[in-house]
């Protein structure tokens, strides 16, 4: 007989640049899991909304350009159809737009399927807001990650200089804070810490000790055979 039992998941959720995508990335590699970044949807739907000059308090519209996008992940790079756009969705002012239209339960419900048809033997690590509390609530581990608004913006700053692009450490902090506060605050999947999360405060901790702190929980996670 088939078995029936669904893929495990890892649900990393946290804040904008609390080093889910780093850290999330890296455990899918060690355990050879499949890894959704579910970020990268919601940039990817406000970036066309962004080009195509979109309203983006129209949520009716907002949906329909996300029912109808094709975000392919292949490797490292997202593209939309054959355009590659792993670095235009990395853009600041696409993040914020991201985080507008993501209040919306519409664009939200037109992204559930997709994220959860990435949910693949052996294994899924799934990265963003709502993983664990609404995307993944079986999964096998759920752990929140934070970091202080100041190491963040840190990290954003040097991700952001890492690859030519222009950064500004004062608006950054402001960026982060409203998004916090934007993220945390909608009445639709808010960022929280669900209910059986592990919370890993990651301000000074080295990636490498994020990943095996992940990796160790997980192993000891009930349903992990
Ligand atoms: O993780 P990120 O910074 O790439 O996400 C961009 C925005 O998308 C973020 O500000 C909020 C939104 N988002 C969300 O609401 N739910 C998710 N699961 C992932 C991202």
Do not use: C
């Given at each position: 007989?088939?078995?029936?039992?669904?893929?495990?998941?890892?649900?990393?959720?946290?804040?904008?640049?609390?080093?889910?995508?780093?850290?999330?990335?890296?455990?899918?590699?060690?355990?050879?899991?499949?890894?959704?970044d579910?970020?990268?949807?919601?940039?990817?739907?406000?970036?066309?909304?962004?080009?195509?000059?979109?309203?983006?308090?129209?949520?009716?519209?907002?949906?329909?350009?996300?029912?109808?996008?094709?975000?392919?992940?292949?490797?490292?790079?997202?593209?939309?159809?054959?355009?590659?756009?792993?670095?235009?969705?990395?853009?600041?002012?696409?993040?914020?737009?991201?985080?507008?239209?993501?209040?919306?339960?519409?664009?939200?419900?037109?992204?559930?399927?997709?994220?959860?048809?990435?949910?693949?033997?052996?294994?899924?690590?799934?990265?963003?807001?709502?993983?664990?509390?609404?995307v993944?609530?079986?999964?096998?581990?759920?752990?929140?990650?934070?970091a202080?608004?100041?190491?963040?913006?840190?990290?954003?700053?040097?991700?952001?200089?890492?690859?030519?692009?222009?950064?500004?450490?004062?608006?950054?902090?402001?960026?982060?804070?409203?998004?916090?506060?934007?993220?945390?605050?909608?009445?639709?999947?808010?960022?929280q810490?669900s209910?059986?999360?592990?919370?890993?405060?990651?301000?000074g901790?080295?990636?490498?000790?994020?990943?095996a702190?992940?990796?160790?929980?997980?192993?000891?996670?009930?349903?992990?055979?």
């Amino acid at each position: 007989m088939a078995d029936s039992t669904p893929a495990p998941v890892i649900a990393i959720d946290g804040p904008s640049a609390s080093g889910k995508g780093t850290v999330a990335q890296r455990v899918a590699t060690e355990l050879g899991f499949h890894y959704l970044d579910s970020g990268a949807l919601y940039r990817a739907a406000a970036l066309v909304a962004l080009e195509a000059g979109t309203n983006l308090e129209n949520e009716s519209d907002i949906a329909h350009i996300t029912m109808n996008i094709n975000v392919i992940f292949d490797g490292e790079h997202v593209r939309l159809e054959s355009r590659d756009i792993t670095d235009a969705i990395r853009e600041e002012r696409v993040g914020v737009a991201a985080s507008r239209i993501a209040s919306w339960p519409k664009v939200r419900a037109a992204l559930l399927g997709r994220q959860r048809s990435l949910r693949r033997p052996p294994g899924l690590v799934a990265e963003g807001r709502d993983m664990g509390s609404v995307v993944f609530p079986d999964a096998a581990l759920k752990i929140f990650l934070t970091a202080s608004v100041e190491a963040r913006a840190e990290r954003r700053y040097k991700q952001l200089m890492g690859k030519g692009l222009r950064a500004n450490m004062a608006a950054l902090l402001h960026d982060i804070r409203a998004r916090d506060a934007r993220d945390s605050e909608r009445a639709v999947a808010p960022l929280q810490k669900s209910a059986g999360a592990i919370v890993l405060d990651t301000t000074g901790m080295p990636v490498e000790e994020v990943v095996a702190q992940v990796l160790a929980r997980y192993k000891q996670a009930p349903q992990v055979p």
